[in-house]
Each structure stands twice: as C-alpha cells, then as structure tokens.
C-alpha cells in the first residue's frame, strides 16, 4: 500500500489529533473547520476550478455541514452563511438560478435540505424557499427511471443508477415527504434504497460496486450483472450517510424502516473488514488496498467516520463500532488535517470519481488512480465536519438511555403548517422551527444522547413509562385554545407520585396574560413553588437590557452561563421543599425542588424557544445558548428512574 505525501500531515497534524482529544477549551475540530471553509470562500462557493458559483451538490454538503455547527455552536454566523448562499440562486418566486429541472441530474437536488431549513423559520420570504423546494420535489415527478423504477443519476446517463445518487437525492426526498405530509414518498425512497441492495451489492465482500446499468450496454457494465467492475470509497461513501440520514425523517412505524436500519447494520461490519489497521482510515479502491498505487483516500474515509458514529448515536449500531469511527478519526487528523497561516487545511480527497462520459471512464482500478488529489475539496472538507460533530458528540454521552418529553396536553395550541397545509401544534414543541418553537433545545437534549418525545395525554402514569424529564410549557388559557385541558388534581397526583418515584419536572410558565397560571400553580404549589401574577423585565421593542437576568457564579445548575434573555416572565414565591437558583432583585426567577427521588424545576417564561436560543436575534452578551444546554445537561443528569 502507499500513502500519498501531504505537506504537514505528520508532524502538524499528530499535535491537532491530540488538542482535537484532550483539550477542552480548544475549539471544536468541526468549528475550526467550517470556519477555514468560510475564509476560503467568503461570498459565494466556488466549486473545483470554477470562476462562478452555480447550484452545486457540494454546496448542498457544505450548507448541511455549516447547519450542524450552527446548531453546536449557536452562533449565527453560520447560518447567515446559509442564507446569503441561497439567496444569491433563489428568486422572489421560488425559481432558483442555473438550476436546470430539464437536465434531470440528481446531484442538483442536494441543497434542498438548506431550502426545506429555510422555509420552516421566521424568515424574511421563507415562501420562496418553499416554492423552490417544490421546484426540485417536481424534478423527481418526472426523473427518468429503470424499468424496476429507480431514478437514472442523470439524464444523461440513461439507465443507470450510482450509488451517489442516493446521497443526493433521497434525504431530501424524505425530508420533504415528512415536511409536506406525503407519505407516499417514504415508499419511493425505500424502492432506491432496495433497488441498490439488490443490483450493487456483492455478495462475496459486502461492498457495493460504484454503478449499475440495467440496459448492460456501457462499455463499464457486466454483461451479466449490468455492475461496474470496482468499490471506489467515496461512492459507497455517500451511500453510508444517504442510510443514516434518510431516517432522521422516516416515520417511526413505516414498514421500512426496519428493513433501512437492517442495511445500515449489515454495511457497518463490511466496513470495519476493510479498515486499514494501522492507518484507521480506507483506500481509494476500497478491497485492493495494498495494489501499487492505491492509498488511503479522505473523503470516503470522513463519510464511513460519519455513518458509523451517527449509527451508534441513534442506536443503529452496537456501541462497539464507536471504537472503529474513533480509529478512523483518529487517522483522518493524522493523515488529511494540516495548518496553513494559523488555519486548517483538508488534503487528500480524490477530485472526481464517474463512470462514462467524455472522456470516457471505464470504472477500472487504473481510472480510478488517474483522478487527482485535491487540497480543501469540499465532497472532503464537508464529510470531515459531519464527522467531526459526530465526534464531539459522542464525548457528550450525558443523556444516553434517557427520553425528554415535552408536553402537547396542557400546551395544545393550533395552526395552519405552512408548507403541508395540514393543521398542527405549535409553540414549544420539538417540530417547530419558527421562532417559537422547541427545536433548537430539542436538538441540544438529543446532542448530549437523549431522545425527545411528546405526550398528547394527560399525564398517566401510562404516558410518563419511560420519561426522564417531562417539560409542561404555558399551559393554554381559553382565548388561545378554545377547549383547553386544565391542569385538574389527578393531574397533580400523578405528576407528584411520578417525580417521588424518580422523575424530572420542568414547569414553564409565562406572563399572566398568555398563560393559565390559577389552575398551573395547584401543580407547581405541590413542590413548594407559587407562581406570581407579577410581570417582570417588560421589554420595549428592541431595548434588550431591559430583559437582562444575571445567573449567579457557582450555582448547580448554569456550569458556562452568566447572563440570560428573560422577558415578560412571572416571578415564584418559594417555600419548602423547593429553594431560589436565580434571584433579580427581590424575586426569585428560577427555583429548584427535591422532592422524594425526583426533581422539579419552575421558571416564570419558556425562554428557551428558537429566538432567544438560536443567536440570530439578541446580542451575544445574553448567553441563552449555553444557558439551553447547561439546562439540559442538569436536567439529565439527575438521578432519574430506575
């Protein structure tokens, strides 16, 4: 085997593995990383050896990656990025510049997943990235397919289906089948997915060849099996993450899902069989590693860090695994990760790996070497991110085994969705994006390994099996729902029998006239907690300090947070067994209680929704992000249930 030289990539990058494990106040590897891709393209993506930017799966890739550092970090930079980005192809209607729906290509469809973010916030014009996702779902309607029905990679290239494609298109296929409430789209995905299982795979390895040509007339093709002759990494690649990330978005209970996570779990032993043992990382031709001129490759090395890690978050995988993407990341840091001028560089991914066109590319090993390496190339640079949020996730293993649920009983409000036109609830739940929504701090609670549920019930004894931590969020009064269910003494029964037994109670209330506070303060007086018909920190336009809470040092629960964003919020009157946490002036504002085996924790406001969370709104002195993640990483870490 040989090992392509790179400037740095040993002696540099053995001290950036090492910072990267074992110091805690660098700053991540993912946002080092996505911060080294902004300073190379700060206005627009320009793509390989491009003078212009057009629509571009690699940017759909790099706007994926960039979303989940935004998501870690809460820093808005990034998604300002996002935005900018898209709005320099998106039109006032939905029509989206250089993208061509007639060309049929897959790979346009990957920025969808940006698109679909957009168009479920409080954004200025989130329409126009809704009609332009539409615009992308309408390619699909008329994508030419096999006869079997799986999509061609592109027009021109007919009756062919690539394991790239996948990547491309189905997580945002799902996405939106889910977004815009069309079951029927969950079956189509799974068809591709099945369509690839049975044409791709070999049976002798495990691993998937590169391409399939039902017609059997490529020049590439198997005359028998219609497959090209080799494993390049990187399409299996895509492959991997296609699996892991389409069912973020299948519903629990689609009859194929099973089958999804079954491929994922049969995919993950083939890769560890050919994980180089010294390296960690995977060759370029992926069951030829030692033939001369092969090495070991980065991107196709990123993607299979991220499917195998991610597998083993969300329970795909047996935790063994986690040992193999550790490994592997450990290699990409050695091998691929260097610094140039106080920034992070990314080497050895392979420009390009295809089948036919002119020139024609027969899919051999040879053809496979003739394609350079590229420093900072993004189908390397974004997997790498991806990867490294996977990474630093698993060091964050707090709420693992455990379920947070919010409550949809009490807090029962409706609306028209926007892009399904289907009525649901909003306000503070998990699903909702818009500025006041859960889904910001969901994503934290599920960060740090914890599930994220939602009771529609009254609280039984029943619907709390299996609950760590229950959040009731500003139960409704009846001008906002006009047969609201109030918080009745059974209620309170089984809501106190369930926090003695072990559980953790988070009550958020709001000021007085957006929340039924009477009937909510039975449970909260239960744990010695009242709230108070007070309104304080009434905050004028954008006058922000007037909703300052300062959090005081050394408190148990807020470990990295100083200051908050609190407005209009009910103050506690507290008495035992519940105690103040935070105080402004006189008032208690938050207060904890030890009750039996549990624990319970009230705040006058449910001020950790998406806008005061997601730091696109108030100044970066209010550190609300941390302030979310310090709460949920307490919040888990109490005893619990046994």
């Given at each position: 085997?040989?090992?392509?030289?790179?400037l740095?990539a040993?002696l540099l990058?053995a001290s950036?593995s090492?910072?990267?494990?074992?110091?805690?106040?660098?700053?991540?590897?993912?946002?080092?990383?996505?911060d080294a891709?902004?300073?190379?393209h700060p206005?627009s993506?320009?793509?390989?050896?491009?003078?212009t930017?057009?629509?571009?799966y690699?940017?759909?890739?790099m706007?994926?990656?960039?979303e989940?550092?935004?998501?870690r970090?809460g820093d808005?930079?990034?998604?300002?990025?996002?935005q900018?980005?898209?709005?320099?192809f998106?039109?006032?209607?939905?029509?989206?510049?250089?993208?061509k729906?007639d060309?049929y290509?897959?790979?346009?469809l990957?920025?969808?997943?940006a698109?679909?973010t957009?168009?479920?916030?409080?954004v200025?014009?989130?329409e126009?990235y809704r009609?332009a996702?539409?615009?992308?779902?309408?390619q699909?309607?008329?994508?030419?397919?096999?006869?079997?029905?799986?999509?061609?990679?592109?027009?021109?290239?007919?009756n062919?289906?690539?394991?790239?494609?996948l990547?491309m298109?189905?997580?945002?296929?799902a996405?939106?089948?889910?977004?815009?409430?069309?079951?029927?789209?969950?079956d189509?995905?799974?068809?591709?997915?099945?369509?690839i299982?049975?044409?791709?795979?070999?049976?002798?390895?495990?691993l998937?060849?590169?391409?399939?040509?039902?017609?059997?007339?490529?020049?590439?093709?198997?005359?028998?099996?219609?497959?090209?002759?080799?494993?390049?990494?990187r399409?299996l690649?895509w492959?991997?993450?296609?699996?892991?990330?389409?069912?973020d978005?299948?519903?629990p209970?689609?009859?194929?899902r099973?089958?999804l996570i079954?491929?994922?779990?049969r995919?993950?032993?083939?890769?560890v069989?050919?994980?180089d043992?010294n390296?960690?990382?995977?060759?370029?031709?992926?069951d030829q590693a030692?033939?001369?001129?092969?090495?070991?490759?980065a991107s196709?090395?990123?993607?299979f860090?991220?499917?195998?890690q991610?597998?083993?978050?969300?329970?795909?995988l047996?935790?063994?695994?986690?040992?193999a993407?550790?490994?592997?990341?450990?290699?990409?840091?050695?091998?691929?990760v260097?610094e140039?001028?106080?920034?992070?560089?990314?080497?050895g991914?392979?420009?390009?790996?295809?089948?036919?066109?002119?020139?024609?590319?027969?899919?051999?090993?040879e053809?496979?070497?003739?394609?350079?390496?590229?420093?900072?190339?993004?189908?390397?640079?974004?997997?790498?991110?991806?990867?490294s949020?996977?990474?630093?996730?698993?060091a964050?293993?707090?709420?693992?085994?455990?379920?947070?649920?919010?409550?949809n009983y009490?807090?029962?409000?409706?609306?028209?969705?926007a892009l399904?036109?289907?009525?649901?609830?909003?306000?503070?739940?998990?699903?909702?994006r818009?500025?006041g929504?859960?889904?910001?701090?969901?994503q934290?609670?599920?960060?740090l390994?914890?599930?994220?549920?939602?009771?529609?019930?009254?609280?039984?004894?029943?619907?709390l099996?299996g609950?760590?931590?229950?959040?009731?969020?500003?139960p409704?009064?009846?001008?906002?729902?006009p047969?609201?269910?109030f918080?009745r003494?059974?209620d309170?029964q089984?809501?106190?029998?369930?926090?003695k037994d072990g559980?953790?109670?988070?009550?958020m209330?709001n000021d007085?006239?957006?929340?039924?506070?009477p009937?909510?303060n039975?449970l909260?007086?239960?744990?010695g907690?009242?709230?108070?018909?007070?309104?304080?920190?009434?905050?004028?336009?954008s006058?922000?300090?007037?909703?300052?809470?300062n959090?005081?040092a050394?408190n148990?629960?807020?470990?990295?947070?100083?200051?908050?964003?609190?407005?209009?919020?009910?103050?506690?009157?507290?008495?035992?067994?519940?105690t103040?946490?935070?105080?402004?002036?006189?008032?208690t504002?938050?207060?904890?209680?030890?009750?039996?085996?549990?624990?319970?924790?009230?705040v006058?406001?449910p001020?950790?929704?998406?806008?005061?969370?997601?730091?696109?709104k108030?100044?970066?002195?209010?550190?609300?992000?941390?302030?979310a993640?310090?709460?949920?990483?307490?919040?888990?870490?109490?005893?619990?249930?046994?």
């Amino acid at each position: 085997m040989s090992f392509r030289p790179f400037l740095l990539a040993g002696l540099l990058t053995a001290s950036l593995s090492t910072q990267a494990q074992t110091t805690p106040t660098a700053r991540p590897m993912s946002q080092r990383m996505a911060d080294a891709f902004i300073g190379w393209h700060p206005d627009s993506i320009l793509i390989g050896s491009r003078k212009t930017a057009r629509w571009d799966y690699e940017q759909g890739l790099m706007l994926k990656a960039l979303e989940r550092v935004w998501q870690r970090t809460g820093d808005a930079r990034y998604f300002t990025y996002i935005q900018k980005d898209l709005d320099q192809f998106v039109r006032p209607d939905g029509t989206i510049r250089t993208y061509k729906l007639d060309d049929y290509n897959l790979d346009n469809l990957t920025t969808g997943h940006a698109l679909l973010t957009l168009g479920q916030m409080s954004v200025p014009q989130a329409e126009k990235y809704r009609l332009a996702a539409r615009q992308l779902r309408q390619q699909l309607e008329g994508q030419p397919r096999t006869k079997a029905g799986g999509f061609w990679h592109k027009k021109v290239y007919p009756n062919q289906m690539w394991l790239d494609g996948l990547y491309m298109a189905e997580p945002f296929y799902a996405e939106y089948s889910q977004v815009f409430n069309q079951p029927a789209g969950f079956d189509d995905v799974a068809r591709q997915f099945a369509l690839i299982e049975q044409h791709l795979t070999d049976p002798k390895t495990g691993l998937k060849y590169h391409g399939y040509d039902e017609s059997r007339e490529q020049q590439w093709a198997n005359k028998t099996t219609g497959q090209s002759p080799n494993f390049w990494d990187r399409g299996l690649g895509w492959y991997a993450m296609a699996l892991v990330d389409v069912l973020d978005y299948f519903p629990p209970n689609h009859p194929q899902r099973p089958q999804l996570i079954q491929n994922v779990q049969r995919l993950a032993p083939v890769l560890v069989k050919y994980q180089d043992a010294n390296a960690g990382t995977w060759a370029l031709v992926m069951d030829q590693a030692a033939r001369k001129g092969n090495y070991q490759e980065a991107s196709g090395s990123s993607m299979f860090v991220y499917f195998l890690q991610k597998g083993v978050r969300m329970g795909y995988l047996d935790k063994k695994y986690a040992a193999a993407a550790r490994k592997g990341y450990d290699g990409l840091l050695k091998q691929f990760v260097a610094e140039e001028n106080g920034a992070l560089v990314f080497n050895g991914t392979v420009s390009v790996g295809g089948l036919g066109g002119k020139p024609y590319r027969d899919g051999s090993f040879e053809y496979y070497l003739t394609e350079p390496l590229r420093k900072n190339d993004l189908k390397g640079v974004g997997p790498f991110i991806l990867a490294s949020v996977e990474m630093e996730t698993a060091a964050s293993t707090v709420g693992t085994g455990k379920t947070v649920a919010v409550d949809n009983y009490f807090n029962h409000e409706l609306r028209k969705n926007a892009l399904s036109g289907q009525p649901e609830t909003w306000h503070y739940t998990w699903d909702d994006r818009t500025h006041g929504g859960f889904y910001f701090w969901g994503q934290q609670f599920r960060d740090l390994g914890a599930k994220t549920a939602t009771i529609s019930t009254a609280p039984t004894a029943t619907a709390l099996k299996g609950v760590d931590v229950f959040i009731i969020v500003d139960p409704d009064t009846e001008k906002e729902t006009p047969q609201p269910n109030f918080v009745r003494s059974a209620d309170v029964q089984a809501l106190t029998k369930w926090v003695k037994d072990g559980g953790t109670l988070v009550l958020m209330a709001n000021d007085t006239s957006n929340c039924e506070i009477p009937r909510f303060n039975t449970l909260a007086r239960a744990f010695g907690m009242e709230f108070l018909p007070l309104n304080l920190n009434m905050v004028k336009g954008s006058e922000f300090e007037q909703g300052r809470v300062n959090i005081p040092a050394d408190n148990a629960v807020f470990k990295t947070s100083k200051s908050a964003y609190i407005k209009e919020l009910a103050p506690l009157k507290v008495q035992a067994p519940a105690t103040p946490l935070v105080k402004m002036g006189g008032h208690t504002v938050i207060a904890t209680a030890k009750v039996g085996k549990g624990t319970v924790l009230a705040v006058g406001d449910p001020w950790l929704y998406n806008e005061y969370v997601d730091g696109r709104k108030i100044p970066a002195s209010f550190e609300n992000y941390n302030a979310a993640r310090d709460l949920a990483t307490w919040l888990l870490q109490q005893p619990g249930r046994k």
